[in-house]
């Protein structure tokens, strides 16, 4: 079975500190697709990237970056120059094909607060 | 905005309930998904439909049954409530039925039981 882990539960810095978020996964598939979503206080679920498991290049959009390394089941999630706003819980997930469909498995979470 | 729609937004009621989540999802997805949000469980996967049919279930308790209709929408039904059903269900949606396809979320219906 698929499975995601975020060990980092709760993470508080400072505004304008750069912060990695880890995420590491187990799949037995060898395609496969990993994304981020951010859940702000609002509570909605945000998609913020995806991944396939044969594209190892580093990805930055803006502040944010993401550092996928299939040696180490790794997608981390670094922001940089953080701000209040960045405050919100994000989650890692896996997607695993069901012979029909697909369903997204999620890690537990990392709450991110930025504090002025 | 995700294009996902949610209602209601909010909904609470008894145990031994049923209760009816309805969802719509972004213009031309196929697909739609259910979650079921708790602090106990964290994100579950419930049920994925395509284009009518059912293609991938999760941990779905018996009470609890889905379906898409011919205009895509989707409706989550939950019966006989008890108090561990209290959560935030999200609606998602996608193109595709495949794992490369991105799902988006709807603003969730939290859901109480009392």
């Known amino acids: 079975a698929q499975k995601v882990t975020q060990a980092q539960t709760e993470i508080s810095v400072v505004e304008k500190e750069d912060v990695t978020l880890d995420c590491v996964y187990e799949?037995?598939?060898?395609?496969?697709?990993l994304f981020w979503y951010k859940q702000p206080p609002s509570g909605e679920l945000v998609f913020l990237i995806r991944r396939n498991s044969f594209d190892e290049q580093n990805e930055i959009s803006g502040r944010y970056s993401w550092n996928f390394q299939k040696s180490t089941s790794s997608f981390n999630f670094t922001i940089t120059a953080s701000q209040v706003v960045d405050s919100a819980v994000y989650f890692c997930?896996?997607?695993?094909?069901?012979?029909?469909?697909?369903?997204?498995?999620f890690g537990t979470g990392t709450q991110l607060k930025v504090e002025l | 905005d995700s294009g996902v729609t949610q209602t209601p937004k909010h909904l609470i009621t008894a145990t031994g309930q049923r209760v009816t989540l309805r969802c719509s999802p972004r213009?031309?997805?196929?697909?739609v998904y259910w979650y079921q949000q708790s602090l106990d469980q964290g994100l579950q996967f419930l049920i994925q439909y395509y284009n009518g049919e059912e293609r991938a279930k999760g941990n779905i308790l018996e009470r609890f049954s889905a379906q898409q209709f011919p205009d895509l929408h989707s409706e989550l039904n939950l019966s006989s409530l008890e108090l561990g059903d209290s959560a935030l269900y999200f609606c998602?949606?996608?193109?595709?039925?495949?794992?490369?396809?991105?799902?988006?979320f709807g603003p969730g219906t939290r859901l109480t039981v009392t």
């Open positions: 997930a896996l997607s695993e094909w069901t012979g029909g469909g697909n369903k997204l498995t």
């Open positions: 998602a949606s996608s193109v595709g039925s495949g794992v490369e396809n991105e799902q988006y």
């Open positions: 799949t037995r598939d060898t395609t496969y697709y």
């Open positions: 213009s031309g997805d196929l697909s």
